[in-house]
């Protein structure tokens, strides 16, 4: 069985105290009020990114309570990589404990999912910390992920900064992404990520037959996949439509950087992985 983290959750891995406010108020209750006060001050998000209470959310937000912080000029992926590191090390312990914690009322043997971008960067931490863990690496564009990653960015430092003061820096997220495909395309080079322990993914594929495509990934994992599964994919995709909240349009020429560009720096990983580019 697999077991994800859901939203509310990462945002109270424990309930309110009872001797305050946990009497009337519960923790579904706060992340669904955190919830609707973001989509309050930028509806954008709602097209751009599905967030809920009860929805399998993003590693970053369990780690929040670590106060990992890693700043200051990034010059190269080598210095970036090096200096985030020793943050993220305290931030992945920190994740461990909140997954424990989450367990503890339940023990029930289960696979934890985990799910954020930033994982590309830390496999080796994550090794570390999980040596079983099994890695599904998903695949696209990258003239649709750059536009779409700093498109998120630059929204939610308008909500931190103010609409004034959201600029951010196209180059640095660009050099990021960079700097983490090449990574992992040598962990997997040298054996560091066992073959047996990741499979890959194709966005495209994984939209066009979503139920083929994740019972490919159980096989190549050597995870048994239930037929029951079938329903609950055609189910979960029928009550929350890809285009619920309309569709966000992403434009990499309003960032100051070429398509071709994009094409030219990322064409190591889209000839590696025979990446489908979309016009």
Known sequence: DLRAIFGFEAMSPVPPPLHTVGQSITAVQIAQANIDLLMDLSPKLKAMHKIGWDLPTECQFAMKGAFGVNSGKVSNYQDWIKAASNDYIHNYNWHKKVLQLLQYKNPAKKQWIFKVSMHSHFLDILLNLYPDIKIIYMH????????????????????????????????????????????????????????????????????????????????????????????????????????????????????????????????????HYAITLNV
């Open 140 to 271: 696209r564009d990258p003239l649709k992920v750059i536009p779409s990653i700093l498109s998120m960015n630059k929204e939610l430092a308008s909500l931190l900064y103010g609409e004034e003061n959201n600029a951010i820096n196209p180059r640095v997220e660009i050099m990021l992404r960079e700097g983490a495909l090449k990574k992992v395309m040598q962990e997997r080079k040298t054996g560091f990520i066992p073959k047996t322990q990741i499979t890959d993914i194709h966005f495209d594929e994984l939209v066009a037959d979503p139920t083929r495509v994740i019972r490919a990934t159980y096989e190549n994992l050597g995870m048994k996949y239930n037929s029951s599964f079938d329903n609950v994919i055609k189910n979960y995709l029928a009550e929350k439509p890809r285009f619920r909240y309309g569709k966000y349009r992403y434009d990499i020429s309003g960032f100051g950087i070429d398509a071709q560009e994009i094409r030219d720096i990322f064409s190591f990983y889209t000839d």
